[in-house]
């Protein structure tokens, strides 16, 4: 069984903040997606990795996936409130032919910032 | 553009009752579909997923099922609700090419009483 860890699982910063979520495992994936999700709502999904050592960048937010697709991290440069929400890594089976379609998600970080 | 809908928003049932979700895709054709629960502020539970009209796969053994009648359309129902079936339920499509890509509806908040 696959599966992420997500650290920390609180986090409340002020605005201008620096801060970075990592997402951890012992298996191999195959890609790793982030999403961000606001209470009532569904997730929204912000970046696909699926190279090892990858980096992308989407405004303030920076994605790493490890050089072992074992990992990945999400840095945010200052921080505003309007990042506030549950941010979840999710990771793609290693052989997704026989697989499945099955996306194994971690436990997600609630990320607050405060104005 | 691809959309995703989910009805009801909101539900409350009585335990034993029934249950009936409904999820439609447009924009898009044979999509992969998903249906997930998820505790309040926690990562996602798979429930279901089906590659194509009929196909449908089950994550873990429980109380619900799922059915695709049509090729955008999927349904998760229950014929007698458990007070543990409470939680926040969502749809999603992926397309096939790219499987891990999955996007979300807006979810149903089901609450058995």
């Known amino acids: 069984t696959q599966l992420l860890e997500q650290s920390p699982q609180f986090l409340s910063i002020q605005e201008g903040e620096n801060l970075t979520v990592y997402c951890n495992s012992s298996s191999v994936f195959s890609s790793l997606q982030w999403y961000r999700q606001e209470p009532g709502e569904g997730p929204v999904l912000l970046v696909t990795v699926v190279t090892g050592g990858e980096v992308k960048k989407l405004k303030r937010l920076t994605f790493q996936f490890g050089d072992a697709r074992k990992d990945s991290s999400l840095h945010i440069t200052a921080a505003q409130p309007g990042d506030t929400g549950l941010y979840l890594c999710a990771g793609g089976p290693r052989k997704p032919k026989t697989s499945g379609s099955r996306l194994t998600f971690g436990e997600g970080t609630q990320l607050t910032v405060n104005p | 553009s691809q959309t995703i809908h989910q009805w009801p928003a909101t539900l409350v049932q009585p335990v034993g009752s029934p249950l009936s979700l409904e999820c439609t895709v447009e924009g898009t054709s044979n999509p992969n579909l998903y249906w997930y629960r998820q505790a309040a502020g926690r990562g996602l539970q798979l429930l279901f997923y089906s590659v194509g009209i009929g196909q449908i796969s089950s994550e873990v053994p429980q109380n619900l099922s799922a059915s695709r009648p049509q090729d955008r359309q999927f349904i998760l129902s229950s014929k007698k609700l458990l007070l543990s079936d409470s939680g926040f339920y969502l749809c999603?499509?992926?397309?096939?090419?790219?499987?891990?890509?999955?996007?979300f509806g807006p979810g149903t908040r089901l609450t058995v009483t």
């Open positions: 999603a499509w992926s397309p096939t090419d790219r499987t891990y890509e999955q996007y």
